[in-house]
Every structure is written in C-alpha cells, then in structure tokens.
C-alpha cells in the first residue's frame, strides 16, 4: 500500500513563493505517475499538474501554467510542487495523488493513492 504525505504549505504573502512536498512509501515510486490537485474553501477539487514516473512529462492546469513547476526526486520518491507569485486565489488544500496511467493524470478517478493534503494560505 502506497502512502502519500504532504508537507510545505502555509500563510504567506500575495507574490511569495512556496515549494510543497510529498513523501511517498510503501511501492515503487519510479512507476507512478503523480499529480497535484487543490480545493478551495466551497469548490471542488481541481487539477494542477502531473508529471510522469521518469520526470519527462509535465502538465499544468491552465490556471497555474507559469507560475507552477511540478518535479520529483526519485531516489528520494518525493515529487515537488513550486508554487510562484502566489494569489489570494491560490488558497486551498493541496493533495498529492499517485498511480495515474498515461493520458489519465488530470483525472481525479485515474489515481489510486492519495495523500490528506497541506493548507495553503495566501494572504492579500
């Protein structure tokens, strides 16, 4: 059983920057694709970038594109989230999830691990 747990968020200022982690055990990291999501205070929750098992291939929400950089470290099975020029719209819980196939990863249902998520506040 895959476990998945967060850490990284916080209060910060609009225009600040803040790098979120996820630490992965209990399977072979390398094969997952991972994926991070948001929800936001009476939203659903939402896509915001995916990256492959061996790092090469990265997706954005169109929301985040830019200002986000998603990343991982597989010989530490962590995979990174680098949240830039921070919004008071950017407050949400943020989850990381794994286990996603190719052409599945903006799909919430294509995952099987996920972790409780980190709260980030973004104050204006």
């Known amino acids: 059983q895959v476990q998945l747990v967060e850490s990284g968020g916080g209060l910060v200022q609009a225009g600040e920057s803040l790098r979120l982690s996820c630490a992965a055990s209990?399977?072979?990291?390398?094969?997952?694709?991972m994926g991070w999501f948001r929800q936001a205070p009476g939203k659903e929750r939402e896509f915001v970038a995916a990256i492959s098992g061996n790092g090469v291939i990265t997706t954005y929400a169109d929301s985040v594109k830019g200002r986000c950089t998603i990343s991982r470290a597989n010989a530490k099975s962590t995979v990174y989230l680098q949240v830039d020029s921070l919004k008071p719209e950017d407050t949400a819980v943020y989850y990381c999830a794994g286990g996603a196939p190719v052409g599945s990863r903006r799909l919430q249902s294509a995952y099987d691990y996920w972790g409780q998520g980190t709260q980030v506040t973004v104050s204006s």
């Open positions: 209990g399977g072979d990291f390398a094969r997952y694709g």
